[in-house]
């Protein structure tokens, strides 16, 4: 993809000045042809292997970098699982520990603007989020690759639930070790302020003792994932599962019982 883009990068940037060539400027044209051609193919060398974050560099480390106006328009249209895909590409880089969070961006940015018909194409079934409210689509216009990490520990989230409950409840137990270990792994992600930022953005459309018991649970995941640093996150994230399970166990998460917001000991 990042091959692709870069090829259409230079190409875009050449055709108007090939194009405005006169019929008998022939030799210049194919002059200029052969150059672009041969800037076209040092830079997939260099792509193939240093990885897209020479695009980056190329065009600078900020979302100028990208049609903005083209990213926000379709910002609108996507789910989750767009960013889920986005987050999974970027995650495989193999300089991504490397990459600045700007950096981070514009690949994000441009792999969904390049890749959206085919990320339609393999749609998983919606989550239990569902899809962008409006708070989430304005952070993320701004943050593309938080938004994948917002997303893709969502993700995380419910594959643990349905491990340790056999399910993907609703304002009983699962549904607040869910909502907790979301926030957990959000906060090991990104850092617990911005993981905060998210969550409540998400919880916008909520009202009620149900937003109650979704913010008391989020808060929980966020306190318990600050002490389960990303260092070793295959390890880290499956201890903090256990600890999140054993505070929801023990009472300390919040589940509704007839209509009324209670402790979420079982």
Known sequence: MAVRLAILHIANSN?????????????????????????????????????????????????NAVDENRFSELVEGFHENDFIRAGEYVEALPNFSELSLEELDVLVANYMISNL??????????????????????????????????????????????TKFGRNGFQDASDAFRHAMWNGNLTQRIGASRAKVWTDAHEDYSSGIDKQMDLHNNQLGRTIGKNYGSTNPGINVKNMADKIYSEIKAGKGKVIKNNKLVSSKF
């Open 117 to 162: 018909l085919r990320l339609r194409s393999t749609y998983l079934p919606p989550t239990a989020y569902g899809g962008l409210n409006a708070k989430e689509v304005a952070l993320a216009k701004n943050h593309p690759f938080e938004a994948t990490q917002f997303y893709g520990s969502s993700q995380v989230a419910i594959n643990y639930t349905k």
């Open 15 to 63: 055709c108007v000045f090939l194009s405005s060539k006169k019929k008998g400027d022939s030799m210049m044209t194919k002059r200029n042809g052969i150059i672009v051609l041969f800037t076209a193919f040092t830079m997939v060398l260099g792509l193939a292997t240093n990885s897209p974050v020479s695009y980056a560099e190329e065009n600078g480390n900020s979302l």
